[in-house]
């Protein structure tokens, strides 16, 4: 089983949607969460942490449930340049290293 | 903010040479850095955590003699691949972690180089 699956996609939204991207990790003891955001061809970029109590970041909101070993990233009121693949990263401290998912990718539409 | 590069950004080069990769923080001190792989449609699989002064931990299933890491300097690490063969075609990406007391998990990326073996 992989630590971080996610649902590759694509998710195609028409421009003002909104869309949900999930994510569930295998290691209980994994002590952070990330939301990066991936272009194509480009390095990842960290868009936003994720905190138990959830957080949100303008049209952006994420969520962590440990219990369940899942994460959330809710985008709100979708733009064209939203579009791109969202990586699920963990940090797993026992191993020193973070660990990402392979993406969903995102393609918002006019 | 902390920036890193990476040079060469795109390669091409014939099957049994050599490509060396350089990563350099250019604004902060790095003495944990760190190479990762990604094939088409995957994820990001580090391949070796690179520490300043000793040898890079390499991860499971990665060949050290095949990528060389060399981590001479707070701020320049770099990966050799040797002898090249077209299935190390790929989007090889470097990060930093800042030795000022962020997070462990605080790394910088750089833009990522792009070999493609003939």
């Known amino acids: 089983r992989k630590e971080v699956e996610q649902d590759p996609g694509p998710f195609n939204v028409p421009e003002g949607a909104t869309v949900a991207f999930n994510c569930t990790y295998s290691n209980s003891a994994s002590q952070s969460f990330f939301w990066y955001r991936q272009d194509c061809r480009k390095e990842p970029k960290l868009l936003m942490s994720?905190?138990?109590s959830g957080n949100e970041d303008g049209r952006f909101t994420a969520q962590l449930n440990r219990a369940s070993q899942y994460i959330s990233l809710l985008i709100r009121d979708s733009k064209l340049s939203d579009s791109a693949t969202y990586l699920c990263?963990?940090?797993?401290?026992?191993?020193?290293?973070?660990?990402f998912g392979a993406g969903t990718r995102l393609a918002v539409h006019p | 903010g902390a920036v890193v590069s990476q040079h060469p950004s795109w390669v091409i080069c014939k099957s049994g040479t050599s490509v060396k990769i350089e990563c350099r923080s250019l604004d902060f001190q790095a003495t944990t850095m760190f190479w990762y792989r990604q094939f088409p449609k995957q994820s990001l699989m580090l391949m070796a955590t690179?520490?300043?002064?000793?040898?890079?931990?390499?991860e499971q299933g990665v060949e050290k003699d095949k990528f060389l890491i060399n981590h001479a300097s707070l701020t320049l690490s770099t990966l050799t691949v040797t002898s090249a063969h077209p299935e190390d075609s790929s989007f090889y990406i470097c990060?930093?972690?800042?030795?000022?007391?962020?997070?462990?998990?605080?790394?910088?990326f750089g833009p990522g180089t792009r070999l493609l073996v003939l």
């Open positions: 990060s930093a972690r800042d030795t000022s007391g962020r997070a462990l998990e605080t790394q910088y």
């Open positions: 994720v905190y138990s």
């Open positions: 990263v963990l940090f797993s401290g026992g191993y020193n290293k973070l660990i």
């Open positions: 690179s520490n300043e002064g000793s040898k890079a931990t390499y």
